[in-house]
């Protein structure tokens, strides 16, 4: 499986920006997808994730601003954010992997397949 991470760039502060994670080759509709990120000198943290049965799971930091979505049919999934603050910017990865357990999305080590990174910026 293949993923490739579409929708990056520079937004001020307040606005919005789409990405998008193409899934190619052996994808499956059971595995969970998610996004990652990491922000410039830090840890890569999770942001959220989507099971193969529509159970979702946020970061904190996240919550209420950003929103998954996975169009099956098209091997893609999608994240919706809004109300973009400076600490958002970040590289941020798509990620899918067979997981079953809504406990266990936010886990980077449960995903099996990662995409590139796409970089967001978000400048006051």
């Known amino acids: 499986v293949q993923l490739q991470a579409f929708g990056g760039g520079s937004v001020q502060a307040g606005g919005s920006l789409r990405l998008s994670c193409a899934a190619s080759?052996?994808?499956?509709?059971?595995?969970?997808v998610g996004w990652f990120r990491r922000a410039p000198g830090k840890e890569r943290e999770f942001v959220v994730a989507?099971?193969?049965?529509?159970?979702?799971s946020y970061s904190d930091s996240v919550k209420g601003r950003f929103t998954i979505s996975r169009d099956n049919a098209k091997n893609t999934m999608y994240l919706q954010m809004n109300s973009l603050k400076r600490e958002d910017t970040a590289v941020y990865y798509c990620?899918?992997?067979?997981?079953?357990?809504?406990?266990?999305?936010?886990?980077?080590?449960?995903?099996?397949?990662w995409g590139q990174g796409t970089k967001v910026t978000v400048s006051s």
């Open positions: 080759g052996r994808a499956s509709s059971r595995n969970a």
């Open positions: 990620a899918a992997g067979p997981i079953s357990s809504q406990a266990m999305l936010s886990y980077a080590r449960y995903y099996t397949y």
């Open positions: 989507i099971n193969w049965s529509g159970g979702t």
